[in-house]
């Protein structure tokens, strides 16, 4: 059976391009099945940086088809500037990319309502402090349905009158909620999103009948989440999320794809924790060792550049996530940015209230109060981004993966010591030979 996904098993950022790309060989198909342009996927190819956000990471394997299935919310701007971009770097991607028409759109008044709804939330207490993308606001209308508009709608004669109807309710109710909005123009609006709805019509079909086929002719599927499973909307530190299910339990619902074929769950961790915006983080370091892993690991947003959050690694979180994912094997990565730690730590439970517990709870107000427990284990001092085999890493740098590997009860199979393709390793053969 043929589908596999990889997912983040945090707070997002945990280097799911990386992995998508090695995992991904001619024939395979890539697919992401939630989230928009608020995912920011790196992937390195011999020395060249490419930034994803929409389009998924297997685009830079040639012979690999791509697909943006129903469940992404598509800003047609945004998906564009992308296209155009990588095939001004050569890519090509007429062809090789298809995108659903059942994707809901996202129109310049969601981002305009991710900005003012969530300049009043941080009014009135923590910001969830969004990418300003109008990822929430779409998925809102899509479920609200009266304001909704997928990709098919954009290709079908008289969308401009529903789009211009749209704008209007949308600019009343946007001025209501801030006097100082400057109204929107409908009719430029319609007219913008017809123009891109042609440019992109070669692209634009029924992804679910495709994925079917595919999967039922037995072909290689790889599901790319975007976020992390701590960002699900159902199962992650709500209101703190995003507004779909970044979890593997996303994949069924957004590709159209049943369980059944879905074989193989990779989970995706990095080897310590960053989250971008509000919300709970019970092991963030506000102290030097932050700062270590915030300049050794770059760890500045891809789509907002805001600086990320940075801590120990979690292993009540990641061990939730892995569960809640259904996830078989682990991918550590950014290993390389612990090194010149004197000692490293990993949060084996919490202290709510003065009760002991190692299960994650759903509430975010326990997780604010939750203070971790750590096990500290010796750091290693060398460099380790030139280690291509598991066995010449430090002692201590294997200790600490074979731990992590333990209290998250799955086999970590990949390590990745740096962002370029060759500064990874696996650890069983199987995984070598897949790759
Ligand atoms: P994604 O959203 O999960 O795909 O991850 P991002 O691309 O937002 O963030 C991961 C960052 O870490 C990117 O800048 C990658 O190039 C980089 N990266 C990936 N793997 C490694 C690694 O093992 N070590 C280091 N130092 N950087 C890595
Ligand atoms: P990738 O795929 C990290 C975070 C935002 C915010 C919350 C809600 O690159 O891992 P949204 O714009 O989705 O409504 O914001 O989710 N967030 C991410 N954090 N990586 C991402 O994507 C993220 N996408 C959204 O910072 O806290
Ligand atoms: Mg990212």
Redesign the pocket.
Known sequence: MPGTCVV?LQW???????IVDLLTRPGHIVVRYQGGAN????V?VQGQTYKLSLVPSGILRPGVECVITGGVVVDPGILLQEIRELQTRGVEVQGRLRVSDRAHVIFPWHVEEDRIFGQRASEEGEAIGTTLRGIGPCYRDKVGRYFAVRMGDLLRPGVEERILRIAEEKNRALQARDPSFQPLDGQAIAQQYRQWAEQLRPFVSDTTEFLLSALEQGRQVLFEGAQGSLLDVDHGTFPFVTSSNSSALGVCAGAGVPGKFITQIIGVAKAYTTRVGGGPFPTEQNNPIGEHLRER??EYG?VTRRPRRCGWFDAVAVRYAARVSGVDVLAL?????LSGLPEVKICTGYRIGGELTNSFPSHAEDLARAEPVYETLPGWQQPIDHIRQVEHLPREARAYVDRIGELIERPVEVI????DRS?TMFLHASQKQSA
Do not use: N
């Open positions: 983040g997002g950022d945990e280097a799911k391009g990386k995912a920011g996927h790196t390195v690991g770059r891809t990565t950014l290993l390389d940015v990745s010591v740096g962002p500064q």
